[in-house]
């Protein structure tokens, strides 16, 4: 069963960082684009970031493009993101997903198949 769970939201002030992790299991780690969703109440799903894990390619969406930065540790099963330069609108629950294949706009648009529970960011002003 494929199982993703996130660690490391909390409490931050504006301008500041915090470092998200996603620990994999389940499936074959190097076959799954990994991804991180954020959703803030009454607002819609947003894709920030995807990395294929064979390879290392990612993507960005424009709102934290050069303050966000996805890496994967692939002998840890682990994906992390950076979050630098933190703004009360990155405040959400962000979430760690996963597909078979490789990252692409059209899953960090549409979303993929397996999801973990989520943590909470909160940036204060």
């Known amino acids: 069963e494929v199982q993703l769970v996130e660690s490391g939201g909390g409490l931050v002030q504006a301008g500041g960082s915090l470092r998200l992790s996603c620990a994999a299991s389940?499936?074959?780690?190097?076959?799954?684009?990994i991804g991180w969703f954020r959703q803030a109440p009454g607002k819609e799903r947003e894709g920030v970031s995807c990395?294929?894990?064979?390879?290392?390619?990612?993507y960005y969406a424009d709102s934290v493009k050069g303050r966000f930065t996805i890496s994967s540790d692939n002998a840890k099963n682990t994906v992390y993101l950076q979050m630098n330069s933190l703004k009360p609108g990155d405040t959400a629950v962000y979430y760690c997903?996963?597909?078979?294949?490789?990252?692409?706009?059209?899953?960090?648009?549409?979303?993929?198949?397996?999801w973990g529970k989520g943590t909470l960011v909160t940036v204060s002003s």
């Open positions: 990395i294929s894990s064979s390879d290392g390619s990612s």
């Open positions: 997903a996963a597909e078979f294949g490789p990252c692409d706009y059209y899953r960090l648009y549409y979303g993929m198949d397996n």
């Open positions: 389940g499936f074959t780690f190097d076959d799954y684009a």
